[in-house]
């Protein structure tokens, strides 16, 4: 007992200050490091690439040109290939600047200058010039971890847009992807466009991500292509950070859900009895965006009309 | 001045000093990149703290500050496993006066640890299994090598300042 006591009174604040040292790094894994991240992106602001605001404006407004360019584009494409069938993704998001890189060399990931209190969420999606950028991964108040595609960790369903092959990509570090294709024999080739597929539960479809660069068939277990990525990630300053389109109540989003989910609103956003029964076939409620199902602004229009 | 100030002071310092690593992590400064990958400066700290005190104290930096890195990364695989053994190992090293304490051999010894810890997480990855085992092993030569050289390279100016500042305090401690 008196050794015990001896032992203690030597070491004791020895092993409290390491307790003290262990507790409070447990503290800074469990917040996900936001405390760190948050005087990171309070000491980095004044560094920050803030050029005048007209400049600023100036970018963000071509950004989302050529963004809704891309978004055109692609919707236009996808008109032509499946009749009757889309989705617009209306381009709402938020400019966030990108202001720190990954804090370990095996992950690929970024910050953005941006957070909850601006509106961001986990789960968003962040795109930038030439495509798809990542995935919000955690959320401080004025910060976001994003994680890119081009993390081995990050799956993204991609579809090439030619031929339409489905596959899901699997990033390579840099600015590399592998794509493995679902088909056993794809119609590929070196420099076909890729783009988010329609099935892909995370991302809403028809994002480019990218170029292939190679292909290999005889790959087992099944045939892979090298994708280019688009998005230029070691000078991009700016970025987009959509909302994400998983429903909250739905982990499933592939389209099946999803004309499920509006077709039973579809009859609460028209009470008219002659358009209920068109909007319960399931081929109606397609061309209708989304979105804004959702947002509610249609119903004014509708009643407008009568 | 008197002691519990100067205790105070040296924690402060010491905690001001990691802070400063965790903050330059995350920034990729011009003309410190290899590669795109920048120094290990959570290595370079834990080495410059291990190589003269006990492996416990190594071991509990190592693992601290882990913890942190994991969480401004992800949990898994896991820092504190990696940065915990390179506490222990250091401070080992110091026990066998193997190697003269200096500049040149704590660069060595950051460029050793680099390897080190970059093979704990590509052992840790290759446990996990979500990718091949050449994928991994490819990266680890490519991170290892890059992270080694760098933070080799930069370890003298963590470890410099941290070294004297710690030396002068047990001087002062003793006296």
Not at chain 2, 35 to 56: A, D, H, T
Request: with cysteine; aromatic share 6%.
């Amino acid at each position: 007992m008196y050794s015990l006591r001896r032992w203690w009174d030597r070491h004791g604040l020895q092993v409290g200050l390491v307790a003290i040292a262990i507790a409070g790094a447990w503290g800074v894994q469990q917040t996900q490091g936001a405390l760190i991240f948050e005087i990171f992106s309070t000491i980095t602001r004044p560094f920050q690439s803030s050029p005048s605001a007209q400049d600023q404006i100036e970018k963000a407004r071509m950004m989302a040109q050529s963004e809704r360019l891309v978004e055109l584009e692609n919707q236009n494409l996808k008109l032509k290939e499946l009749l009757g069938y889309v989705t617009k993704t209306k381009s709402q998001g938020i400019i966030a600047p990108l202001i720190g890189r990954s804090s370990d060399h095996w992950w690929q990931q970024v910050t953005l200058g941006r957070g909850s209190s601006d509106g961001i969420k986990k789960d968003d999606i962040v795109t930038g010039a030439g495509g798809l950028v990542g995935r919000v991964q955690s959320v401080s108040a004025n910060t976001s971890r994003v994680l890119l595609i081009s993390d081995p960790s990050a799956r993204v369903g991609v579809t090439i847009s030619r031929s339409r092959n489905m596959g899901f990509m699997r990033g390579q570090g840099a600015n590399r992807a592998v794509m493995e294709f679902f088909d056993k024999v794809p119609d590929v080739r070196p420099g076909d466009m890729v783009s988010t597929s329609p099935v892909s539960e995370l991302f809403p479809a028809g994002i480019p991500v990218g170029r292939v660069e190679s292909v290999n068939l005889s790959k087992s277990p099944a045939p892979e292509a090298i994708i280019e990525l688009s998005v230029p990630i070691n000078v991009l300053e700016w970025v987009e950070v959509k909302p994400s389109k998983i429903l909250p109540d739905k982990q499933l989003s592939a389209p099946p859900p999803v004309q499920d989910t509006r077709s039973t609103e579809e009859p609460q956003i028209y009470p008219d009895g002659s358009q209920s029964p068109e909007a319960e076939k399931p081929s109606e409620p397609q061309p209708n965006d989304p979105i804004d199902a959702s947002t509610e602004t249609p119903p004014p229009q509708e009643q407008d009309q009568p | 001045m008197h002691p519990q100030t100067r205790r105070l002071l040296n924690t402060l310092v010491t905690l001001a000093s990691l802070l400063l690593c965790l903050l330059i992590l995350p920034s990729r400064l011009p003309g410190m990149t290899l590669l795109g990958i920048g120094p290990n400066w959570l290595l370079i700290w834990v080495v410059s703290w291990s190589v003269k005190r006990s492996q416990f104290l190594g071991a509990a930096a190592g693992i601290a500050l882990g913890l942190i890195q994991d969480g401004m990364t992800s949990a898994v695989p896991s820092h504190a496993i990696s940065l915990g053994i390179v506490g222990i190992l250091t401070a080992r090293l110091q026990k066998h006066r193997y190697i003269q304490e200096d500049f040149i051999s704590v660069a060595l010894i950051v460029f050793g640890m680099s390897l080190v810890a970059e093979g704990i997480t590509a052992v840790q990855y290759s446990f996990l299994g979500q990718r091949s085992l050449t994928e991994i092993w490819d990266d680890q030569q490519l991170v290892g090598l890059s992270s080694a050289i760098l933070s080799s390279l930069w370890a003298p100016v963590v470890y410099f300042p941290l070294n004297v500042w710690w030396g002068r305090m047990k001087l002062l401690e003793s006296s």
